[in-house]
């Protein structure tokens, strides 16, 4: 069954600190990939997207997200957070059918 | 309208009630989602709806939750005598259908069963 599996539930890290948010995905024939970010008491929105092509995915923010297709991963990451980073970070699959499946969500706390 | 609209933004009900929760998708996506998060829960999917096709209900948690889409448009979410587990967030999001697109998600509607 098609699942994505986010490795942290919480993960706290100083200010302009670099951060890994680590997301893997179920293998099929197609994969479509995504990372939304929900800021608090907010709805949820895009932060990048891999359809095809090249493997380093940039978007919003600063963050940036790398297509790992031997690892079945698809870890965000950012060189340098912001407290305005702090927010709760869901990793998404679509394999080309109807549904998108999300992960369990990773909270980052960003301390100064 | 310009993005995902939810109604009501909170409900408070009481156990045993039904309550019925609105969502208006972004005009012209065809694809409209229900999901559902718990309280240091993640997204828990619901239902999907894409254009005139039979929806898929595989994420609905019971037989007391059930959800129409009317014209292709305006969702409602239904959930019949409700029980405190309900008590969640419950966010909509649309999409233009094709899977591999954006889902542009509402604010959600906070539910709370006492």
């Known amino acids: 069954a098609q699942s994505v599996t986010q490795l942290d539930s919480q993960v706290p890290v100083f200010e302009e600190a670099p951060v890994e948010l680590r997301c893997n995905y179920s293998s099929s024939v197609s994969v479509y990939l995504f990372w939304y970010v929900q800021y608090p008491n907010q709805g949820l929105q895009l932060l990048l997207k891999y359809l095809s092509g090249s493997t380093l995915v940039k978007g919003i923010n600063g963050f940036e997200a790398e297509f790992n297709k031997s690892q079945t991963s698809f870890h965000l990451r950012k060189p340098s957070v912001h407290i305005s980073d702090t927010a709760e970070y869901f990793c998404a699959q679509n394999t080309g059918g109807f549904k998108t499946i999300f992960g369990a969500g990773t909270r980052l706390f960003v301390k100064a | 309208g310009a993005g995902v609209s939810q109604s009501p933004s909170n409900k408070v009900t009481e156990k045993g009630k039904d309550v019925e929760l609105r969502c208006d998708p972004i005009?012209?996506?065809?694809?409209l989602y229900w999901y559902r998060q718990s309280l240091g829960q993640g997204l828990e999917f619901l239902i999907y709806?894409?254009?005139?096709?039979?929806?898929?209900k595989s994420g609905l948690p019971s037989d007391r939750f059930s959800a129409e889409r009317t014209g292709g448009s305006v969702s409602t979410l239904t959930i019949q005598r409700t029980q405190q587990e309900d008590s969640a967030v419950y966010l909509c999001?649309?999409?233009?259908?094709?899977?591999?697109?954006?889902?542009?998600f509402g604010q959600g509607t906070r539910l709370t069963v006492v």
């Open positions: 999001a649309s999409s233009l259908g094709p899977p591999n697109t954006e889902a542009f």
């Open positions: 005009s012209g996506h065809t694809a």
């Open positions: 709806f894409q254009g005139n096709s039979a929806p898929d």
